[in-house]
């Protein structure tokens, strides 16, 4: 027997009654996919995004607080430094040297105060 010369009469119609392997009827539902061409991404610009905005803001907030830190520390070290090696000139040396030393020790120290 062919498909034409069967009993069974199949409509032409686009039904969406489907027979499955054991026998049962079922209604088959149309499967989404998502479509390439919309104008919307799927997900976000990670990089527009407000909580990166945000992180970024902060972290560079931070990063100027350390350096500015860092900076200050590194000043105050060179001025300690400094002071320590003046003391440490003057208990050595020679009366005249002293205030040749103390001469020179204030011409650095205003030129350092100047820089700063």
């Given at each position: 027997?062919?498909a034409?010369?069967?009993s069974?009469?199949?409509?032409?119609?686009t039904?969406?009654l489907?027979?499955?392997?054991?026998g049962a009827?079922?209604?088959?539902?149309p499967v989404?996919?998502?479509?390439?061409?919309s104008?919307?991404?799927?997900?976000?610009?990670y990089?527009?995004?407000p909580?990166y905005s945000?992180?970024?803001?902060?972290n560079?907030e931070?990063?100027?607080?350390?350096?500015?830190?860092?900076?200050?520390?590194?000043?105050d070290?060179?001025?300690?430094?400094?002071a320590?090696?003046?003391?440490?000139?003057i208990?050595?040396?020679s009366?005249?040297?002293?205030n040749?030393c103390?001469?020179?020790c204030?011409?650095?120290r205003?030129?350092?105060?100047?820089?700063?």
């Amino acid at each position: 027997m062919t498909a034409k010369q069967s009993s069974i009469s199949v409509p032409k119609s686009t039904s969406l009654l489907f027979k499955s392997a054991r026998g049962a009827v079922g209604s088959s539902r149309p499967v989404k996919t998502l479509s390439n061409s919309s104008s919307s991404p799927r997900y976000m610009n990670y990089a527009s995004s407000p909580r990166y905005s945000a992180t970024k803001a902060w972290n560079i907030e931070r990063r100027r607080q350390l350096e500015e830190h860092n900076c200050s520390l590194a000043a105050d070290k060179a001025k300690l430094l400094i002071a320590k090696l003046h003391t440490r000139h003057i208990r050595r040396s020679s009366r005249v040297e002293r205030n040749k030393c103390s001469r020179d020790c204030m011409i650095s120290r205003r030129t350092s105060t100047q820089q700063n």
